[in-house]
């Protein structure tokens, strides 16, 4: 049953990694070449579709680490898994410090109604992106190592 949980947990995970890292070296790239008013209604749209779902899978990895952890802590591997956790705790933690009240905005933004200062917040958040993508790969590549 561990076995079963030790894969699950690194696939969860690791698909959340890969749609992370698409957003930021894919999508927002993507969406900032397009012209006019389409990047940033892009990006207002990925907001509160992103947003809606992001969280639950961010705190349900963190809880499958978690249970991973506990039902292996006899494993000599576990300090690999608990360091995971601990990167995915702290990917949670920027998130809601630092880029939820950014992305909270951006989803109400129109061109109508965004503030003059918009592209550097946009600006802002990529790069706390770029290093929360960071932090969750190294939490992955630790619950890769710890399956060995």
Avoid: C
Wanted: proline share 4%.
């Amino acid at each position: 049953m561990l076995n079963a949980l030790e894969v699950f947990t690194t696939v969860i995970v690791g698909v959340m990694v890969g749609v992370e890292f698409s957003v930021a070296f894919v999508i927002n790239p993507i969406l900032n070449a397009l012209p006019g008013d389409s990047g940033q209604l892009g990006h207002a749209h990925g907001g509160r579709i992103l947003g809606a779902v992001m969280p639950f899978w961010y705190i349900g990895s963190l809880v499958l680490v978690a249970f991973w952890a506990i039902a292996g802590w006899h494993h000599h591997r576990t300090g690999l898994v608990v360091t995971a956790g601990a990167l995915l705790a702290l990917s949670v933690i920027m998130s809601l410090l630092l880029l939820v009240p950014i992305n909270n905005r951006n989803k109400t933004w129109t061109p109508d109604n965004r503030p003059a200062d918009w592209k550097e917040q946009m600006n802002r958040w990529a790069r706390f992106h770029y290093v929360r993508v960071a932090v969750i790969i190294a939490a992955f590549a630790l619950l890769v190592a710890a399956l060995t």
